[in-house]
């Protein structure tokens, strides 16, 4: 009988050994070296699963994408019926735990690297354009008289205000976060004005 292959769990592995770094380290300062101690395993490991450190920097970057769009589905699943415009923004901006914060800081290591990748550029382009017609979804069949135009721009300042207000978080500026969910409830108001 055969073996079962050890791909999908090494990548696993190797993906969660990079966060653990990044959250250690900071991405910058993490080597594939770094990655291979704290998977325990050799960098040839590495490389055989995966490849080099910006192969697995990408794949970390792919893993988070797709795990991005799952918590999109469970989000407009726990939506009520009514008012989920409003149910939505709550959401974006809940109560943070210390888990929030790590993926906060594992994200953005992420997005610096977009400058240099071109597979995370497009990773991060698809997270924002979810996001935003995720947003517009939701608004236009809740506000369906309102103009595409404004409900588009609302939907991009909420997710400005959503991406500054992520940033915020590691820095324990909750006062600020809290002005941009309302600033946010604002906008969404904009949306019942004729």
């Not at 990044?22 to 490849?51: C, F, P, V, W």
């Not at 991005?68 to 415009?85: D, F, S």
Request: aromatic share 8%; charged share 25%; hydrophobic share 40%.
């Amino acid at each position: 009988m055969a073996r079962p292959s050890m791909a999908t769990q090494r990548r696993e592995e190797i993906l969660d050994a990079l966060e653990a770094c990044i959250l250690d380290k900071g991405i910058q300062a993490t080597s594939l070296e770094n990655i291979a101690e704290t998977a325990n395993m050799k960098r040839t490991i590495l490389r055989h699963y995966i490849g080099n450190r910006d192969d697995i920097i990408c794949a970390l970057s792919e893993r988070w994408t797709l795990r991005y769009t799952q918590q999109w589905q469970e989000v407009l699943n726990w939506l009520p019926k009514t008012n989920r415009a409003q149910a939505l923004v709550d959401s974006l901006f809940s109560t943070r735990t210390k888990e929030m914060v790590n993926n906060t800081v594992i994200g953005e290591a992420i997005f610096s690297e977009a400058k240099r990748l071109e597979a995370i550029k497009a990773h991060q382009q698809q997270v924002m354009h979810e996001f935003i017609q995720h947003l517009i979804t939701e608004f236009t069949a809740q506000y369906p008289e309102v103009s595409q135009e404004k409900i588009e721009l609302i939907a991009y300042g909420i997710y400005s205000n959503y991406l500054m207000s992520e940033s915020l978080l590691p820095l324990g500026m909750f006062e600020e976060m809290y002005k941009l969910k309302q600033s946010s409830v604002l906008l969404c108001e904009q949306l019942v004005l004729k």
